[in-house]
């Protein structure tokens, strides 16, 4: 996973509330089997009409914000279902930092094994943030994930809270399973008191 | 101390317990599908890891299939590469799997219980968001993205936090024509489609417990569209009588003392929740959604709201912008759209007692002219034992089409989509923009409503059609 640390980059003004995955991306682009190449069907109803065309009044079809990295949303973005793809269509699209008042749990949890910073601030902050990027070129603002701030174009700064075991991981672009496999003696353990536990759970091999 | 249902289930799987409250949690039974696992076995192959328990884990194939004839394969090919893949990697991994042309084979949460792999006091992962399903039998069950996918089929666990503790309690019995799918509609229209986040929402009082096992699934399974991690329900002799003698669930003695261990997975009596919503069971009207996500729904007796009456600005804007995107007009009856397609199926409503409801309403009528109306079992034995019960007789002389079982149009991964402006009487979870088919419109209702509706041409009030 690429560590997250700091970014300061263009900031995308996305000011609606329940983004759901089918409109991050719908589902007729989940039929691969890479991680990669989805970032062309990122926000795909929004932002291609019917022929494919660009929309050429959404917000990632126009100039600053097709080099976005940070996305700046309403109400429970992400909402629905649990595809990964939802991620790894904004992140290869480029978005590494999303901010929104709140997220749906399994989109929150897939950023944050995938490198990009899911942030949560009040609904009149980011209403602050979305004004800030609808500035055009200026429209840059700075995400400091070891000291927890967000720092907007007049030079104002917002903190932020974030889970410690999960900042730990973005700095580090930790690799969890390896993390997790060093446990490997303490899970065995477990399945031992488990099964002896509950010794009705049986095997699914046939 | 007291503990809640959830808080007995999680307690029971925590391996370790880090400073920060990040618990890894063991994971009893993981269930796979084509769709959201390529890149989690890649994963492993590139890392040269194995599969930690393929004993407790099992795949299926269910979001891509067609649903019409499959002896000649499938056509369409990305979704034949999807499914080459995942058959290749539970051959690589060793993995037990339902292939496409075994009779058990269907969506992963109907097959997951009807094969009595899901068990009440489990954790039960898959990446699926409707794995909330399995709730249904006193499971904590969740949905999961493919990087945990990857940690469970490497690990046996997953990196979590515990959630809060949400009680619905539904007092007082269902009025006759308002089923389960109604119920969750309208605790969904009540809490909003964010009103579980960060939440387990526990299910109890009067009107769950009378539910039969489809009821509770159907419950348990829309928790996800009210944005809580997951659904619970205790088990109780309903539960026990569902489980009892399914072929991988626990036999003889066995399933007995499993019985005497589930029997104390309830909450405690003085058990503190952090949000209790109460609901009155006899006010629960048969519901349709009139909007793009699951909260935007009324009872099918009312009219289609006008944004002007929201007082929130952001809210009236998206008020406006469901009501283009639905091509509905304020004040509209909704028991007067017009339809043109009906999908009875789903992990929400695809089991045999759906199935039973559609035909009841169905049988001696016809579907409307112009309307074309899908019933797609959930999995294969719905399929046999639906056509035993003559159940497929009734809906195909109705004129629905009786299909094979998968995902269909509730994902419209497969060929059965809505085209551009089509509106579709629908059993399944969501109604978003897009989601049965690009340009889309579906309301979302109960399959006797579903049914009604394929017969009136229109969306229809089932208590009309008794």
Known sequence: MPPFTSLTAIAAPLPLANVDTDKIIPARFLKTIARTGLGVHLFDALRYDEHGAERPDFVLNREPYRAAQILIAHENFGCGSSREHAPWALLDFGIRCIIAPDFADIFHNNCFKNGILPVRLSRAICDALIADASLGPNARLTVDLESQIVARPNGETVAFDIDPSRKRALLLGLDEIGETLQRASAIAAFEGRHRAASPWIPGLAS | ?466
């Not at chain 2, 307690?11 to 084509?34: F, K, N, S």
């Not at chain 2, 649903?67 to 590469?81: H, K, L, M, N, Y």
């Not at chain 2, 046996?156 to 503790?165: E, G």
């Not at chain 2, 949000?275 to 009155?280: E, M, P």
Request: charge should be negative; charged fraction near 20%.
């Open chain 2, 1 to 466: 101390m007291a503990r809640t249902l959830f808080e007995k289930i999680w307690q029971a799987h925590v391996v370790e317990q880090m400073p920060d409250g990040t618990c890894l949690l063991y994971i009893d039974r993981h269930l796979v599908h084509e769709v959201t696992s390529p890149q989690a076995f890649e994963g492993l192959r590139v890392a040269g890891r194995q599969v930690r328990r393929p004993d407790a884990t099992i795949a299926v194939v269910d979001h891509n299939v067609p649903t019409s004839d499959r002896s000649q394969g499938i056509a369409e090919p990305d979704s034949r590469v999807q499914i080459e893949t995942l058959e290749r990697n539970v051959a690589e991994f060793g993995v037990p799997f339902l292939p496409l042309h075994d009779t058990r084979q269907g969506i992963v949460h109907i097959i997951g219980p009807e094969q009595g792999i899901s068990l009440p006091g489990t954790t039960i992962v898959c990446g699926d968001s409707h794995t909330s399903t399995h709730g249904a039998l006193g499971a904590l069950a969740f949905g999961i993205g493919t990087s945990e996918v990857e940690h469970v089929l490497a690990t046996q666990t997953l990196l979590q936090k515990p959630a809060k503790n949400l009680l619905v309690r539904v007092d007082g019995r269902l009025s006759p024509g308002v089923t389960a799918k109604d119920l969750v509609l309208a605790i969904i229209g009540r809490i909003g489609t964010a009103g579980g986040t960060g939440h387990v929402i526990e299910y109890a009082g009067e009107a769950i417990e009378a539910l039969d096992m489809a009821g509770r699934f159907t419950v348990c399974n829309m928790s996800i569209e009210a944005g809580a991690r997951a659904g619970l329900i205790a088990p109780d002799e309903t539960t026990f009588a569902y489980v009892r003698g399914r072929p991988f669930a626990p036999q003889g003695e066995a399933f007995e003392a499993a019985v005497q261990h589930w029997r104390s997975l309830r909450s405690d009596p003085d058990a503190v929740f952090d949000k209790t919503i109460v609901l009155d069971a006899a006010t629960v009207a048969p519901m349709v959604t009139w909007g793009t996500n699951p909260e935007a729904v009324l009872p099918i007796h009312e009219t289609v709201p006008d944004p002007r009456d929201a007082e929130d600005p952001a809210r009236r804007q998206a008020m406006q912008r469901m009501l283009d995107y639905m091509a509905l007009t304020p004040g509209q009856a909704l028991a007067q759209v017009p339809i043109d397609v009906v999908f009875i199926g789903s992990c929400t409503n695809g089991r045999i007692e759906d199935i039973r409801e559609a035909a009841r309403v169905a049988r001696g009528r016809r579907v409307a002219p112009g309307v074309r109306a899908l019933v797609v079992p959930g999995s294969g034995l719905v399929k046999r034992q639906a056509e035993a019960e003559g159940l497929d007789r009734i809906l195909t002389e109705a004129g629905f089409e009786w299909r094979e079982p998968g995902c269909s149009m509730c994902i419209a991964m497969n060929p059965d989509r809505l085209a551009p402006g089509q509106r579709c009487a629908s059993t399944s979870n969501r109604n978003f923009e897009g989601r049965q088919g690009p340009g889309g419109r579906t309301h979302l209702c109960s399959p006797a409503m579903a049914a009604a509706a394929a017969v009136a041409g229109r969306l229809a009030d089932v208590r009309e059609f008794a």
